[in-house]
Each structure stands twice: as structure tokens, then as C-alpha cells.
């Protein structure tokens, strides 16, 4: 059995974060309270960044609503390598004041953006087996990371499950693309599981924590990345750690979502 209590992952070298204008050059409604947009920086290139990282979007203080300058972090959902411009899928939250401003936004129109950010990347080397498990736009950071497998290579070396939770088919959203890769890559298993699904629905039911409690995980040799609400990432954490995966080990990486 592989020993990998001392694991230490490679860092990649990050971009320092900055803040660039930018303008939306895409605006697509996925489902009927989930928005994909993207931004793409004025007057000058893209930024790098690595696959799971964030952006945040610059909210202008409003003096006469006493509002005061806010940032509103959006993960990616585009791997660095797709386009020269930055994509995120965002859940609308009803009278939200960045929902609001969302919807207003149409291609054209002027923003400023800070990035990138945040610490939500692959752990290399890899593991034998990667897991990344998410509950509604948390699928959008792991979808990157998937794609930099696919990109890679990587993903014909691993055993790699993706496990992704959501209430009803009505909040499923780019899936052709993920089911195309699990068809393609043998090694790759995507499962979209739903907590309350219709009569019709012929997929996994249930939860993404009550499949993973009746998974046999191989703990000694696995990573796994979660993102998603809080209350999900919280009993994943303590299911792993109660069966020996230690966070020390950099193998436990999530990033919370408060939607």
C-alpha cells in the first residue's frame, strides 16, 4: 500500500490577482434561475489562471441606496486553454442585488472584474483515484478541472468519479458535454444524482452524501475536491476524516458555496 501521509503537491505559480475592465461578450439562460456569462478583459489579453479558480465582479457603491462597493466571487467554468475571455454559470437568488444586476447585464455591456483567485486547483501529483463531488453550481470549478484532465492526458491514468447533486431534472444543466467524456474515457464514471426527482427520471437518486457513505472509498490512494453548499462539504469532510482521510495530507480540497 502506497504511503502517502507526507504527500506535498507541486504549487503551480499563480497570477497575482488584478483588476481589469472588462465587458460580457456571452449571456445564456441554462435553466430558468441559472445564468452562464462571460467577461472578457478590455484592453488587454486574458489572464491566466489555473482550472477551479474564481473570479469576483466589481458592484459599484450606490450612495443614494446606501450601498456600499462590493466584490462577488464567480467561479470559472472554462478551463484556461477554451477561450479568450472568462465564463461562470451563476445561480440567481430571488431579489439578490448581483442577481439583479445580472439580469440588466446584456454583450456589451462595461464591468470591472478582479482576478484570478482563490486556491481551488488540482493537487499534483494526482492520485489513483480523484473524486470530485458537487451540489448545484458547484458543478462549475470541478467541471474546469475535469477538462484540464482532459487536456492533459491525465484522464486515461485515473480512475476519476464525478459526483454531482441537484433537486429535480429542472436544475441539471450541461450535461452532453460531461456524458460525452464519460462515454470517451473509460476511466471517467459522471454521475448527476437528484434528491427530488420525477416518476420518469432513470437516474441515481438521492443525495451525493448518501451514495458516498455506501461507496467503499479507497482511502489510502484518493483525492477528493468538493464544492458546493456548506452543509454538504461539512458532512463529506467528517464521513472521509471518520474513515482516515486526514485534510493534512492535501488530500481533501472544497471550496463552500453560499447560495
Not at 103 to 128: C, D, I, N, T, W
Not at 193 to 198: D, G, M, V
Request: aromatic content about 12%; overall charge negative; hydrophobic content about 40%.
Amino acid at each position: 500500500m502506497t504511503d502517502f501521509i507526507r504527500f506535498e503537491f507541486e504549487r503551480p505559480k499563480v497570477e497575482r490577482p488584478r483588476q481589469f475592465d472588462a465587458r460580457v461578450v456571452l449571456k445564456e439562460w441554462l435553466t430558468p434561475d441559472t445564468l452562464k456569462i462571460g467577461f472578457e478583459p478590455t484592453g488587454a489579453a486574458m489572464f491566466p489562471f489555473e482550472a477551479g479558480q474564481y473570479v469576483s465582479l466589481v458592484l459599484d457603491a450606490d450612495e443614494e441606496r446606501g450601498l456600499r462597493r462590493e466584490l462577488r466571487p464567480y467561479s470559472m467554468w472554462n478551463h484556461p486553454d477554451e477561450f479568450e475571455y472568462a465564463i461562470t454559470i451563476a445561480k440567481m437568488v430571488e431579489d439578490g442585488r448581483c442577481t439583479s444586476w445580472l439580469k440588466g447585464l446584456e454583450p456589451g455591456a462595461s464591468l470591472q472584474l478582479v482576478g484570478p483567485l482563490g486556491a481551488f486547483y488540482l493537487r499534483r501529483p494526482l492520485h489513483p483515484h480523484l473524486y470530485f463531488v458537487a451540489t448545484g453550481t458547484g458543478l462549475v470549478p470541478l467541471r474546469a478541472m475535469v477538462k484540464e484532465m482532459v487536456s492533459s492526458g491525465e484522464l486515461r491514468d485515473h480512475d476519476v468519479t464525478l459526483l454531482w447533486g441537484c433537486r429535480s431534472e429542472a436544475d441539471l444543466f450541461e450535461t452532453a458535454e460531461l456524458q460525452r467524456w464519460s462515454e470517451r474515457f473509460e476511466r471517467f464514471t459522471f454521475i448527476p444524482t437528484l434528491s427530488r426527482p420525477s416518476e420518469s427520471w432513470a437516474g441515481a437518486r438521492g443525495r451525493v452524501t448518501e451514495h458516498l457513505r455506501q461507496w467503499d472509498l479507497p482511502i489510502d490512494d484518493m483525492q477528493i475536491y468538493l464544492c458546493g453548499n456548506g452543509s454538504m462539504i461539512d458532512e463529506v469532510v467528517e464521513l472521509v476524516e471518520s474513515r482516515g482521510l486526514n485534510r493534512r495530507t492535501r488530500r481533501l480540497v472544497y471550496e463552500k458555496y453560499f447560495d
